[in-house]
């Protein structure tokens, strides 16, 4: 079931160029969207309500940060020097070379010149900036030290300095080397295939899965039967392995680029990678298995 809105968020310029149009842009929202969308927005323009009338929550930003820090609880009873010294804490630059500008909407209010006054005084209301502008020539802040990590020296070793040290990976493997020079690493459980696709091309790779076994694939343990094994022109190139789930933990119904391979009920079926298919004696569950799908390799559920 869906639901029609008019959504602001997605004016027409977003949309795709094929996206049929009228004099006023529509767009079709699920009803689990347009709850969430409505669960976010519940309190727009009221989340200030129940604010004490000694508080205000301003943003605060930075002339040398991207960083800013939102809806700050500040008292209005605070003098500007105290405030100065509040922010401080959170950008580092100085009290003595912190300018504070109120701002409404990017343009300037006022600036809180006067350390002795209070901030009340210059009438901030919630949801306004105060800017730091850092008038120090040495700060940090300058030229992105504080967010920047590139800028940062790191520790660094050279090879040979590398060579020397014990207890290392390259240490521990020359001297197995040097004990047996025919010496194989074994493979870690779990270890990265460093970079190389496993075999997909090959008829090899479906040798072991026979219509009719039972199995789970990868990723979720999803539970099924194998109900097609082949290669499916409408996906990418390789073999495929089809998929009757026994749960709805799919997407597909068996059918991809308009061809029919096996049946399935909508959400029964998926097509799958051989290598993250395992069949077995995986007999039919109860429970319903979470799953975490997408459109890669590792899982496919073809419409």
């Not at 660094?156 to 990976?169: A, F, G, H, S």
């Amino acid at each position: 079931n869906t639901s029609r809105f008019r959504c602001p968020l997605f004016p027409s310029s977003f949309l795709h160029p094929n996206t049929p149009r009228c004099s006023s842009t529509v767009v079709t929202m699920s009803v689990d969207m347009a709850a969430l969308r409505a669960y976010i927005t519940a309190k727009d323009g009221h989340e200030y309500d129940g604010l004490a009338e000694d508080t205000v929550m301003l943003t605060v930003t930075h002339s040398n940060l991207k960083q800013t820090w939102p809806d700050l609880r500040l008292d209005r009873h605070m003098t500007i020097h105290a405030l100065k010294e509040k922010l401080n804490k959170h950008c580092g630059t100085s009290v003595d070379m912190m300018e504070l500008q109120l701002k409404s909407d990017g343009a300037l209010v006022c600036v809180l010149a006067d350390n002795t006054r209070m901030l009340g005084f210059y009438s901030p209301a919630n949801g306004m900036t105060i800017h730091i502008v850092d008038h120090d020539p040495t700060s940090l802040s300058r030229g992105g030290a504080l967010e920047d990590v590139s800028l940062v020296d790191k520790y660094m070793l050279t090879d040979d300095q590398y060579d020397k040290m014990e207890n290392t990976v390259r240490a521990y493997k020359r001297n197995k080397l040097a004990e047996d020079p025919n010496y194989k690493f074994k493979k870690l459980p779990g270890a990265s295939m460093g970079g190389k696709r496993p075999d997909v091309e090959s008829e090899a790779c479906i040798a072991a899965i026979n219509v009719g076994d039972r199995c789970i694939v990868k990723p979720g343990a999803r539970r099924g039967e194998v109900v097609f094994a082949g290669k499916v022109p409408h996906l990418k190139p390789g073999y495929w392995v089809g998929v009757r789930f026994d749960e709805p933990v799919g997407k597909g119904d068996g059918t991809a680029g308009g061809k029919r391979y096996f049946d399935a009920d909508p959400r029964y079926g998926a097509f799958a990678r051989p290598h993250n298919v395992e069949v077995g004696d995986f007999p039919v569950q109860d429970d319903l298995f979470d799953s975490d799908l997408d459109d890669s390799d590792d899982g496919v559920d073809a419409d």
